[in-house]
């Protein structure tokens, strides 16, 4: 597949309220993120889920939200502030070939890598740096979006992210997308 980043207007799209109809996020993340947990969310957009992720880890966590496109952190935080949120988030920017996240190494509990990894130049860079953010049995969501990425597509990334350590331990339902819930270092169940 070919790299191609979504443009920092479409965010406004994929925010919208009206997804929800669609996608629940809270459905999605409910059994997956939780109190106290630092979470990595690269490709948030202007923060459909990361809001929700916000919620879930509560006062003592944190989400790391990591985008290329500055305007969509712009957009994210303003969602944020407006949802008392703002102080669970972390905004950075990151890099076309990395998230920048070397800092928190070993730290993470939860990486959401959610209708992204298809607009990565590399998918098996960046599984490995998700890797190293990862705590030792840390899990990804990782999703693409069903007709824009094809299953042969999916499969190819699910073998980077094997390389990288990552076992499948899922196959959640979520609707309108191709998804695995990744652990790492975790056996195949």
């Known amino acids: 597949m070919a790299h191609r980043v ?10 919208s309220p009206l997804r929800r109809l669609i996608q629940r996020p809270e459905e999605i993340l409910g059994s997956l993120a939780g109190a106290g947990m630092t979470v990595l969310e690269p490709g948030p ?7 929700e992720l916000a919620r879930l880890v509560g006062p003592q966590g944190r989400v790391v939200a990591v985008d290329l496109e500055p305007r ?7 969602r944020a502030v407006k949802a008392g949120l703002a102080e669970r988030i972390e905004l950075r920017e990151a890099r076309v ?3 920048e996240v070397g800092d928190l190494a070993g730290t993470v509990d939860f990486v959401l890598a959610f209708a992204m990894v298809h607009e ?8 490995a740096e998700t890797a190293l953010a ?21 499969e190819r990334e699910l073998a980077c992210a094997a390389r990288a350590g ?15 819930v990744l652990t790492l270092g975790a056996a195949e169940g």
């Open 6 to 15: 979504c443009p920092w207007w479409i965010g406004h799209l994929l925010a």
């Open 45 to 51: 957009g202007m923060g459909f889920f990361t809001l």
């Open 72 to 78: 969509m952190l712009a957009g994210l935080k303003r």
């Open 97 to 99: 070939n990395s998230l």
């Open 120 to 127: 990565m130049p590399s998918a098996e860079a960046f599984f």
């Open 134 to 154: 990862l705590k030792p049995g840390g899990r990804m969501l990782f999703a693409e979006p069903a007709g824009h990425v094809k299953p042969a597509d999916f």
């Open 166 to 180: 990552f076992r499948v331990t899922g196959r959640p339902a979520v609707r309108r997308s191709l998804a695995a």
